[in-house]
């Protein structure tokens, strides 16, 4: 039985199987059972490895030997590749050896033929991948990061992996971790005078990203075109389904950008083209999460011509319909999510807001010449789950940033960048897990990613 | 003149034009001036624009207007192709746009025309892409990592964002570092009964993940084969040239995985074709990485099968070769790196040593069942850098790995995952930076990331 499992080790998956091979084909497959039915003559396996949100089914004689076989298990079968009487492949096994025994009466937290709530499944994080609609999330996420990085790469872009620990706090929200070696024997033996002890490693404070935007603006003075899928972290007390602690941005950066449509433009089609080929390598998956987070599988934004307004277009329209708004509108800051859903319900597509105030957008944002209360940035809006990138041109004038009133101490640096050879540079940042749950209807983000952090949980 | 430059913004960057071009072709192109060099008639522009290291040369009329033309500046140009004298293309251009001045008589610490040690280059970090062997390194990183998702979703692997905040701190090294939010008033404003302040946020001690494997084995139990590509910290006071406080880990884990030898057979298959793909994406890069800090291009390792031999084999090497080295050999310790670079010589050929005593590895380890003493282990090692990679079985009984003496406390999860369905799996890591100094040959590891960060220095 060894002898045949390896002889037939070369055999795909059952993702590749079901692609590739044909009936009458001789193979072995390895997996786990997910749900076992006995009729008289034979017995009839589900079987998954990880490869497909599709069933497997295995069929084997129905022999006293085979009567342990029970979901959890993990078996390898080796037979022919025949059709089930509703079309599809399914493998007729000669021979089926157990590899691993399942023993989910001793306490496995799942019930095979069961659908758990997401909330229940994420109470169990380390077992939760065993969970078809968590693989399946894992899988297209796996597909959405390929996909990012073919694109990207295709329009010559270089990736930089931008540092997790910074001295920095960017955007000075104040929101962000902190970091120190766990050892006090490391810190003293490391300490020098004059620095507080707890920052003898660095000899400064050191925090975790909040974003890679200024150090990757650091490396477009060198490269012209880069972007980053990063780590972020923020230290927010938000329980709500649109937050995390510990997340994914991609942040892209172009040299010689010069106006706010070719970023809307480059935005717009870089999502477009991502989407379609994750549709095309993940379409089952994303099906499958779909269906089980009962969300709409068509993305209608895919097919029209995204909208541009300005900051004060949208405010009059907000205004014009403020009764059937849930939030009062604020001049202030910015737009709620309930009217950023109601501005893409009005426009009937994705829109970006262009030609923000000044006062609520961050020092690095290029200032407007002929309206010194305006910069050149962008939000992008998407049905469901609303802003979905912020974007701008950077300030290039070195002057102008030096005097901004929100300009972060010790950032003399990023204002050096302009002094040298200040070409005209902007860029964009997206939360990679808020795009995941836009293309699978996820609820709660906590769902998109495999480990989530959020406040009074870091399990494992 | 703008209106020239938008007429022609379509046309590729200058690597793209060296490939796809010919003479004749009118075009424009955008860069920084890396070096001006007048003559009778013509002045002559080195232009660079983040895409190459290849120079490219701008042949202007020597106009009283482009008099002001110098090193640091960023221009457009518009004109046609032509070959130079020497065989490569240049732009022969009519007009000439200054896009922004370079003003390096300002501070710039670089001089354009000398070559800089990488120390002196580093202490510049935010101005460092700007420096050709950086940004070529830049490009290297980039298309190293590309090769290796192309490769891994290629064999069917899935890519996990493995955690970076951790409760547990993996191989019990005990340099982590600890992290918690900044801010006071959201740590009180979140303490709860019984937990001390500094853990308020998440409930518990939270450090900055070591490694992604244990993570990593979790996913695998429903993904079958799956893979990272991470940030990982470690809090050492350490100075060498081999070691940051934050660096990259590639990482993968296989379900089915019984033997050593598939496991070293997967990973010398592995590095050969991702490596063979960056020479064909990046050799360019890698020859200019590689001539500036004087290193060996060829890199024969491609070419010979690579060995396997037994920890005991290898010491009895050692031991009959002890007047050749550097280091007196230890039993407790493993190999230095001076008898790791010994072992790859004796050799010919990289080499996997498998087979180590149990008391020198992790107790994540598959103990083998003929010799307790000894666990299915490997380590590979490669000239130059010595260890690249270590890997294991991983031990697939409950009971065996429960009473391991260093199984951490508040490990109960990574036992479970063997507990229901516990399939025979194995995997190994990689540090990403030591293998880009393998490939590169550039010497310290703090230039072949964006950002270095190690003991007494985040900068940025």
Chains 1, 2 share one sequence.
Not at 39 to 63: A, C, E, Y
Not at 371 to 382: F, G, K, Q, S, T
Request: charged content about 25%; hydrophobic content about 35%.
């Amino acid at each position: 039985m060894l002898f045949l499992r390896r002889f037939y080790s070369k055999s795909g998956r059952i993702a590749q199987i079901l692609k590739t091979n044909k009936p009458g084909d001789s193979l072995a497959i390895q997996g786990w059972i997910k749900n076992v039915r006995r009729l008289k003559n034979n017995t009839f396996l589900d079987i998954n490895d990880g490869s497909t949100s599709s069933r497997f089914q295995v069929v084997v004689p129905r022999t006293p030997e085979n009567q342990h076989l029970a979901p959890g298990s993990v078996i390898a079968a080796v037979g022919k590749i025949q059709v089930a009487p509703n079309g599809s492949f399914e493998l007729h096994a000669n021979q089926v050896e157990m590899l691993a025994e399942g023993r989910l009466q001793e306490g496995y937290p799942f019930s095979p033929k069961q659908k758990h709530p997401p909330e229940y499944v994420r109470e169990h994080l380390h077992l939760r991948s065993r969970v078809d609609f968590v693989a399946a999330q894992m899988r297209v996420r796996h597909k959405a990061q390929k996909a990012i990085h073919d694109y990207m790469d295709d329009q010559d872009f270089v990736q930089i992996n931008t540092p997790l620990l910074t001295t920095n706090d960017c955007e000075g929200a104040g929101e962000v971790f902190r970091v120190q070696p766990d050892s006090q024997d490391l810190l003293k033996q490391m300490n020098r005078p004059n620095i507080p002890m707890e920052q003898s490693y660095f000899d400064s404070k050191v925090f975790l990203s909040v974003s890679g935007q200024l150090h990757l603006e650091a490396m477009t003075y060198g490269l012209g075109k880069t972007y980053t899928l990063s780590p972020a972290f923020r230290a927010e007390n938000s329980k709500s389904p649109l937050h995390l602690a510990e997340f994914y941005m991609f942040e892209a950066e172009l040299a010689h950008l010069e106006e706010m449509e070719k970023l809307a433009q480059f935005i717009e089609q870089m999502l477009k083209s991502v989407t379609n080929r994750l549709l095309e390598t993940s379409g089952e998956d994303l099906s499958f999460c779909q269906r089980n987070s009962n969300s709409n599988s068509d993305l209608p934004w895919l097919q029209v011509p995204w909208k541009i307004m300005s900051y004060d277009e949208a405010l009059q329209v907000l205004q014009e319909n403020k009764d059937s708004l849930k939030t009062p509108i604020s001049l202030n800051e910015g737009f709620s999510k309930d009217q950023e859903l109601f501005l893409v319900a009005h426009c009937g597509a994705p829109v970006f807001v262009v030609d923000w105030p000044a006062q609520q957008k961050p020092f690095y944002m290029k200032v407007s010449r002929s309206n010194p209360n305006r910069v050149h940035a962008l939000d992008l809006l998407m049905p469901a789950v609303g802003e979905l990138c912020g974007g701008s041109l950077r300030e290039s004038d070195p002057a102008i940033l030096k005097s901004h009133p929100h300009l972060p101490k010790d950032l003399e640096w990023y204002v050096d960048l302009r002094k040298y050879g200040g070409v005209p540079t902007g860029g964009f940042g997206m939360g990679f897990e808020r795009y995941l749950q836009l293309v699978t209807g996820v609820k709660n983000i906590r769902d998109v990613i495999p480990f989530p952090r959020y406040p009074h949980s870091c399990k494992m």
